[in-house]
């Protein structure tokens, strides 16, 4: 009777169970139906807000959709929400739907689709290095036309961000071939121009040796922008040889127009320049090689176009003349001033009086003085020179770094640039010594810079403390691994050697290029051996084609050019500017290779020079091509 109790129990329980299960599975099954109802309902709404264009409405009912759906499910109606959103600019409820997508629950068309999303957003935030992966793993096979769009426009924008221009070009002319939307089209090669007009010269004529045929052409169109054009019929008869030589092109009206309407590059070559130079006075011998340059560079002048007549204007010592000097050559029928040279006689042009004409100043003005506009400076500046001096010695590794000068106005402005500049990157001064520039023996400056008397000093001490004789070894500081060394070549000579006697054999010796005369002096130079300085193509790199212009110079001016040779380069460069001009102006990034430097505008109408750099070998300036510590 027990055991049939039992069994009748265990069947009671098991159809009880059983029931339940059913019960649930009914249940379950309601529950199911009755959300694929509510979803079914809830994406009919959607669409119908799509359709309106009510994204956010949308976008909100795909993420009720999505709290509904099974765990496979999820992903495909967040990524339907983050679109939306994107649509809206709601770029932060994008990214909110995007981290909560389950990756692995997406089909390959689906996956390509968030990745684009997520690029999207990260353009957005302007995280560009974070696009990067995106743009490099995107499947374009299974992206469609529209897709491929806004991968190529997001991709232009992001190589534009991180300096990587050739990948932008290269996005932009790929879209360019793409766009069917007029206004879409005319933006694109907006952009692609903007981008074209700020690359370099080097760079663009790289880009014209490559294979890639469609980047040869629009970087011929940009070359044909940087010619100087004497008037608006030369630009378009330019512009339409560039179309008739590719006929391929797709370019627009719109842009045609705008290279035609906003080019600014029209030079009127001027036929009579006025040279504005103190021939008599402290300045004078300077003032004569300056001139002679100029003529010489005239003579020797092969471009047709540019052959003015030069007319001299004595500025004398006294520099409130400049004035009086200014309108006369005015009134003379000048179209083009080249000078003054003297730093308060160009304060006084441009603060007091009426720049009719484009002026080429022989020096610059104090930074606070705002520039007119028909003021272009130009010079041999020493503190583009220190400035330099601090990126060399960063570049090569050299972050601690003592600075040796002399009393005077002129070492004081060219030692605090370098420090400004050197610990603006990162480097850092461990002191700064002067010395007397009358002194033949400079060994208690060393020696107090390289902390050799401290040394001296605590070996004293320790011998009077023992009152026993013990060896010693004088030793300098440790952490210094350069010197800025301002100083003349007769200086430089005596100061060289005496760092290697006080156990700086191994320190790098860094300077300007008031180290070297400018003419070589090979026994007398071999005691700067290893110093490392900064100077002008002129001087460091001359070629053969500049030896008849040499021999001009030397004829002309005699031991003045041997004094002031790099004046030379000054004078040359400032003949054939006006012809540069317009273009550095016009054209962002650009430059000209003259003999005082590569020049290009900055900030106030300044011409910078960037130097090259040489390094004394055998009693000899060396060009350096690379880095050398």
Same mark, same amino acid.
């Given at each position: ?340 040279? *003297?730093? $308060? @006689?160009?304060?006084?042009? =441009? ?5 009719? &004409?484009?002026?080429?100043?022989? /020096? !610059? ?113 440790? *952490?210094? $691994? @350069?010197?800025?060394?301002? =100083? ?5 000579? &005596?100061?060289?050697?005496?760092? /290697? !006697? ?128």
């Amino acid at each position: 009777m027990i055991m049939n109790k039992n069994k009748t129990l265990t069947l009671s329980y098991s159809i009880a169970a059983l029931t339940c299960l059913l019960m649930l599975n009914s249940c379950t099954s309601n529950i199911t139906r009755d959300n694929n109802k509510q979803i079914a309902i809830k994406t009919s709404q959607a669409q119908q807000w799509i359709y309106a264009s009510q994204y956010e409405q949308a976008a909100q009912l795909y993420l009720q959709i999505v709290e509904l759906s099974e765990a496979q499910d999820k992903a495909t109606y967040l990524l339907k929400a983050a679109e939306l959103y994107q649509k809206i600019e709601q770029y932060d409820s994008a990214m909110k739907a995007l981290r909560r997508v389950n990756i692995k629950a997406l089909q390959a068309q689906q996956y390509n689709r968030y990745q684009l999303a997520m690029l999207t957003n990260y353009a957005h935030f302007e995280q560009w290095s974070s696009t990067l992966p995106f743009i490099d793993s995107l499947n374009t096979a299974r992206l469609d036309n529209s897709q491929q769009q806004q991968l190529l426009e997001i991709s232009a924008i992001s190589y534009t961000a991180l300096g990587k221009q050739q990948l932008a070009v290269d996005a932009h002319l790929q879209l360019n071939e793409m766009l069917q939307d007029k206004s879409a089209f005319e933006k694109n090669q907006l952009a692609l121009w903007q981008l074209l007009t700020n690359i370099t010269d080097p760079e663009l004529n790289a880009w014209l040796q490559t294979e890639n045929s469609t980047l040869v052409a629009w970087t011929a169109l940009a070359k044909t922008q940087r010619i100087s054009y004497e008037n608006q019929q030369q630009l378009k008869a330019s512009l339409d040889q560039w179309r008739n030589h590719y006929p391929n092109q797709l370019i627009s009206n719109a842009l045609i127009q705008k290279i035609i309407s906003e080019y600014t590059n029209y030079f009127v070559i001027p036929e009579k320049i006025a040279v504005l130079l103190p021939m008599s006075g402290p300045y004078s011998k300077i003032a004569n090689v300056i001139y002679a340059a100029i003529l010489s560079a005239k003579e020797l002048n092969d471009d047709s176009r540019y052959n003015p007549d030069i007319v001299l204007y004595d500025t004398g010592a006294q520099a409130e003349d400049i004035l009086k000097h200014y309108q006369l050559a005015v009134s003379e029928g000048a179209q083009y001033v080249i000078g003054p040279l *003297d730093k $308060q @006689a160009v304060e006084i042009l =441009a603060t007091q009086g009426e720049i009719s &004409l484009p002026t080429l100043t022989l /020096n !610059y003005l104090p930074q606070h003085i705002l520039t007119p506009n028909n003021i272009y400076q130009f010079g041999l500046l020493p503190e583009d020179e220190a400035n330099q001096v601090a990126d060399r010695m960063i570049q090569s590794g050299h972050k601690q770094a003592l600075i040796l000068s002399a009393h005077g106005a002129w070492e004081e402005r060219l030692s605090q640039t370098f420090f400004e500049r050197y610990e603006e990157l990162g480097g850092q001064v461990l002191d700064t010594q002067l010395y007397t520039a009358a002194d033949v023996d400079f060994s208690e400056t060393l020696k107090t810079v390289l902390l050799i008397s401290e040394s001296e000093q605590r070996y004293q001490r320790l011998r009077s403390a023992l009152a026993v004789k013990i060896k010693h070894q004088p030793r300098r500081r440790q *952490d210094v $691994q @350069a010197i800025f060394l301002i =100083a003349p070549p007769q200086i430089a000579r &005596l100061i060289r050697p005496q760092i /290697n !006697y006080h156990f700086g054999t191994d320190l790098s010796v860094f300077s300007t290029s008031h180290i070297f005369s400018g003419t070589e002096n090979i026994t007398k130079d071999r005691d700067i051996n290893g110093v490392m300085y900064c100077d002008i193509p002129w001087i460091l790199t001359p070629k053969l084609d500049d030896a008849m212009l040499r021999e001009l110079l030397e004829i002309e001016t005699g031991r003045d050019y041997k004094d002031h040779p790099r004046f030379a380069a000054l004078g040359i460069d400032a003949y054939n500017l006006p012809m540069q001009i317009t273009t550095l102006l016009s054209i962002q990034n650009s430059s000209y290779s003259g003999l005082a430097g590569q020049l290009s505008m900055r900030d106030n109408n300044r011409l910078y020079r960037e130097l090259l750099w040489g390094k004394f070998i055998n009693g000899r300036p060396r060009h350096l091509k690379n880095l050398t510590r």
